[in-house]
Every structure is written in C-alpha cells, then in structure tokens.
C-alpha cells in the first residue's frame, strides 16, 4: 500500500524527496576519493621537505597539481555533503538552515583557497 499523493506519484518523489541523490552524491565522491587519495599522498609525499623552490617547481607540473586540486575539491564537497545529513538530521527550525548555508559557504570557501594556492603554485 502507498502512502503517496497524486502529486508525488507523477513526480516520482516519495516522502524522502531528494535523499537518493544525495545518497548518490556521497557514494561518487566517496569513490573518487578512493581513488584520489592514494595519488594525493603518493604525490604530496614526494613534495615533503623540500625547499619553496622545489615545491613551486614540482607542483608546476601537471599530474602532481592536478591531483591535489581534484582532491581538495572532491574532498571538501564530500565533507559539505556529511555536514549537511548532520545538520538535517540534529538541527531544527531556522537554526538548521543557518546551519546549512554557513557550512557551505565554509567549505566551499575552504576549497576555492586550497585550488588557488595550487594554481599559484603551478603557475
């Protein structure tokens, strides 16, 4: 038996509304960043202890500042995501959506800072 309206029987939305995609989301940036990591720590390793010049110099390759700028968008949008199931599921009322809208703009905030100091890098 189905508890759905009309309306969300023609849109295909259940009670969870948006929660599949969500689920998605987090289960893509999940496995990207099981793929990414290994190649962040294996190329953020071979930058450790060097001088400033050799850091501009090997992140001014391709692949190393690649990787490090995928990672740190990758991971900062799977911890935007985490957040956010947190806060919908322990904040209420208009604290939640305060919530939601200040985390964002921290992580996604966090992120453009973390890219733009690899683009400075490699460029």
């Known amino acids: 038996m ?3 309206t009309d309306r969300k029987r023609a849109k295909g939305l259940g009670s969870a509304k948006s929660g599949t995609a969500h689920h998605w989301s987090m289960t893509i940036s ?3 960043l099981l793929i990414l990591l290994p190649f962040f720590v294996f190329t ?3 930058a450790l202890g060097g001088t400033y010049e ?3 110099a090997y992140y ?3 692949f190393p500042a690649i990787i490090a700028a995928l990672t740190i ?3 900062f949008k799977h911890f935007n995501d985490g957040v956010q199931t947190l806060i919908e ?3 209420h009322g208009l604290a939640q959506k305060v919530s939601i ?3 964002t703009c921290i992580s996604y905030g966090a992120a453009a800072v973390g890219i733009f100091a690899i683009a400075r890098l490699a460029l």
């Open 44 to 46: 953020f390793g071979a």
């Open 2 to 4: 189905a508890y759905l």
């Open 60 to 62: 001014s390759r391709p």
């Open 30 to 32: 999940s496995v990207a």
């Open 54 to 56: 050799e850091i501009v």
């Open 73 to 75: 968008a990758v991971s």
């Open 89 to 91: 599921d322990y904040v």
């Open 101 to 103: 809208v200040v985390m």
